[in-house]
């Protein structure tokens, strides 16, 4: 079992920036990638990045493609989402999560409890 904990959300005004932190404890040598995603209201969880655990190959999705960066450190177990230029699309609850097979793409295993980002325009 692999438990993550997400943190960093809160209410930005349009153009701003927040950091995103996810605290994975547990079996985390099993996980392949790390991934962020997110849920607007009304809205079905979609894809924003994700970071292989191992080594640095990254993916992200076009919309937030040149304005977040995944990254992370394997020592502390930290993966981490700074998000510049803020848009209020953005708005939405982000998830940490984690898969334990190959491809950055597919089902993830293990998921977050979420953290708010809400950005006013």
């Known amino acids: 079992q692999v438990q993550l904990v997400e943190s960093g959300g809160g209410l930005v005004q349009a153009g701003g920036s927040l950091r995103l932190s996810c605290a994975a404890s547990?079996?985390?040598?099993?996980?392949?990638?790390m991934g962020w995603f997110r849920q607007a209201p009304g809205k079905e969880r979609e894809f924003v990045t994700t970071i292989r655990w191992i080594g640095d190959t990254t993916l992200y999705a076009d919309s937030v493609k040149g304005r977040f960066t995944i990254s992370k450190d394997n020592a502390k177990n930290m993966v981490y989402l700074q998000m510049n230029s803020l848009k209020p699309e953005d708005t939405a609850v982000y998830y940490c999560?984690?898969?334990?097979?190959?491809?950055?793409?597919?089902?993830?295993?293990?998921w977050g409890q979420g953290t708010q980002v809400t950005v006013s325009s």
């Open positions: 547990g079996r985390t040598f099993d996980n392949i990638y």
């Open positions: 999560a984690a898969k334990k097979s190959y491809g950055p793409r597919g089902p993830y295993d293990y």
